[in-house]
C-alpha cells in the first residue's frame, strides 16, 4: 500500500567504486592522517555506547559555534549530514499548498525532499552562465509565496557563488525562510553565516562532509533562535549518534589538519582547472567548491571513455537542459587529478578526430559535434 509517487521514484543510485579513482562524489581525497588514528580509536573506544547521546549536543554545539563562527545571537540545530536537516525543513514547511523554492539546477534533495513532504517544487533556472537571475527569481518569490528558499552557495552541480547582491534582493523579497546551504565552504571565499544577524528569516546550513568527514554524517544549520527552536520540535531526538559526536569533537581539536587539506584542494582545484581547460573543445566552469563543471563535446561518451579506464565523475547532463555535455568532477588527491587528466588525454587528444571509443549511451540524442 504504497504511495504513488514512492512506486513511480527512481532509487537513488550510487555507482560501485571498487579500484576507481573515485571523483564523483566530492569527497575530500585524504584520509585522517596516520599520526592521528590512536588518538582518534582511544577517544572513540572511550565513548559510553550503552547510553543515549546527551540530548542537547552541549559540547558539540559549542565546539561548533567556536570553530565556525555561528553568531552568538543564533540558534543551533544538528543534523544526521545536511540531508537530515533538508528533510526536517520539507516536513516543518509543507502546509498544504506550500511551495519550495531553488535557483536550478541544483542540489536534488531540495526537490525529491520537498516532493516526499508534500510541497510543490520551482526550480528558477539559472541565467546563462550559471548566475542567479535576479528577475525571474524575484517575479517567481512573488508569484509563487514560497515557505522556504534554497540557495547553494557554493551552487552545486555548476560551482560558483551566487552574487551577493541578488541574493539580498532575494532576502528582501521572500515571504519565508531562505536557506544558503553552505556545504561548500571550506574552499569558498565568502560566507553568510555572519550576516545572520541582520537577517532574521535567514538559515545557514553547513556539513562536516565536504571537509573531509563524509561518513560521519553530520551537518548544522543556524539561525534566529525562534526558526531553529521550531525545527528542533521535527528533529528525532537521538539524531546524531554517540560516535559521530564523539568523532567530531576530536576532528574540531585537530582542524588545522582538516583545514590544511582544504588549503591542498583549492591549491590543486587551480591547477587542474588550468590543465583541464587546455584540452580541446573542453569548457571549464568558475568554481567556489572542490569540484569542477566542465562542458566537453559529447560528454556522455568520454564519461564512459573515462568509466572504461577506471575514473569514476559525475555525468550532470540529464539533469538540466543548460548542463547539456557537461561532466562534474571532483577535485581530487594530485595523483588521482593526473590520472584523470592522462585519461583525458587518451580520449580527446590522442584520438584525434574525437570518435570516443563507444557512442553516446541511450537516451542522449546523438546530435553532438564529433570532434571539439
Ligand atoms: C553534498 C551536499 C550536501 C549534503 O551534505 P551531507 O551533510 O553529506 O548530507 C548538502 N548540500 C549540498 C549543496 C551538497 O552538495
Known amino acids: 500500500m504504497l504511495r504513488a509517487d514512492v512506486l513511480a521514484m527512481s532509487a537513488y543510485h550510487v555507482p560501485a567504486?571498487?579500484?576507481?579513482?573515485?571523483?564523483?562524489?566530492?569527497?575530500?581525497?585524504?584520509?585522517?592522517?596516520?599520526?592521528?588514528?590512536?588518538?582518534?580509536?582511544?577517544?572513540?573506544?572511550?565513548?559510553?555506547l550503552n547510553r543515549y547521546p546527551?540530548?542537547?549536543?552541549?559540547?558539540?554545539?559549542?565546539?561548533?559555534?567556536?570553530?565556525?563562527g555561528v553568531p552568538a545571537a543564533c540558534g543551533l540545530i544538528l543534523g544526521n549530514g545536511s540531508d537530515e536537516l533538508i528533510s526536517l525543513l520539507s516536513v516543518a514547511t509543507a502546509r498544504p499548498g506550500a511551495v519550495v523554492l531553488s535557483a536550478w539546477p541544483s542540489f536534488v534533495m531540495y526537490q525529491v525532499s520537498a516532493q516526499l513532504a508534500g510541497s510543490r517544487f520551482v526550480g528558477v533556472p539559472l541565467a546563462p552562465g550559471f548566475g542567479l537571475d535576479r528577475a525571474a527569481?524575484?517575479?517567481?518569490?512573488e508569484r509563487e509565496a514560497p515557505a522556504l528558499v534554497y540557495l547553494s552557495y557554493p551552487n552545486n552541480p555548476t560551482g560558483a557563488c551566487f552574487d551577493d547582491g541578488v541574493i539580498r534582493d532575494i532576502l528582501a523579497a521572500a515571504p519565508g525562510l531562505v536557506v544558503i546551504d553552505e556545504a561548500y565552504q571550506p574552499f569558498a571565499p565568502r560566507t553568510w553565516m555572519p550576516a545572520?544577524?541582520?537577517?532574521?528569516?535567514l538559515l545557514v546550513m553547513r556539513t562536516v562532509s565536504k571537509l573531509g568527514l563524509a561518513g560521519l554524517r553530520l551537518g548544522f544549520m543556524a539561525g534566529a533562535p525562534d526558526w531553529i527552536g521550531q525545527l528542533d520540535k521535527v528533529r528525532p531526538p537521538y539524531n546524531v549518534n554517540v560516535l559521530t559526536e564523539a568523532a567530531a569533537l576530536f576532528a574540531l581539536e585537530h582542524h588545522a589538519v582538516f583545514d590544511a587539506q582544504a588549503a591542498a584542494i583549492r591549491a590543486e582545484?587551480?591547477?587542474?582547472?588550468?590543465?583541464?581547460?587546455?584540452?580541446?573543445?573542453?569548457?571549464?566552469?568558475?568554481?567556489?567548491?572542490?569540484?569542477?563543471?566542465?562542458?566537453?563535446?559529447?560528454?556522455?561518451?568520454?564519461?564512459?571513455?573515462?568509466?572504461?579506464?577506471?575514473?569514476?565523475?559525475?555525468?550532470?547532463?540529464?539533469?538540466?537542459?543548460?548542463?547539456?555535455?557537461?561532466?562534474?568532477?571532483?577535485?581530487?588527491?594530485?595523483q588521482e587529478?593526473?590520472?584523470?587528466?592522462?585519461?583525458?588525454?587518451?580520449?580527446?587528444?590522442?584520438?584525434?578526430?574525437?570518435?570516443p571509443p563507444e557512442g553516446p549511451r541511450p537516451g542522449s540524442d546523438g546530435a553532438h559535434p564529433t570532434t571539439p
Open 17 to 48: 567504486a571498487d579500484g576507481f579513482v573515485k571523483l564523483d562524489a566530492m569527497e575530500n581525497p585524504y584520509p585522517l592522517p596516520d599520526a592521528l588514528r590512536d588518538a582518534f580509536a582511544r577517544r572513540l573506544a572511550a565513548v559510553p
Open 54 to 68: 546527551v540530548p542537547d549536543y552541549a559540547a558539540l554545539k559549542a565546539a561548533i559555534r567556536d570553530r565556525f
Open 137 to 141: 527569481m524575484l517575479a517567481a518569490i
Open 196 to 201: 545572520l544577524e541582520r537577517h532574521p528569516d
Open 269 to 334: 582545484r587551480a591547477v587542474l582547472a588550468d590543465r583541464l581547460a587546455r584540452l580541446p573543445g573542453v569548457e571549464v566552469f568558475a568554481s567556489d567548491a572542490n569540484f569542477l563543471l566542465l562542458r566537453v563535446p559529447q560528454a556522455p561518451a568520454v564519461w564512459q571513455a573515462l568509466r572504461d579506464r577506471r575514473v569514476l565523475v559525475k555525468d550532470v547532463g540529464r539533469m538540466h537542459a543548460s548542463l547539456h555535455d557537461c561532466l562534474r568532477i571532483t577535485v581530487g588527491a594530485p
Open 337 to 355: 587529478n593526473a590520472t584523470l587528466l592522462a585519461a583525458l588525454d587518451e580520449i580527446l587528444v590522442q584520438r584525434p578526430g574525437g570518435s
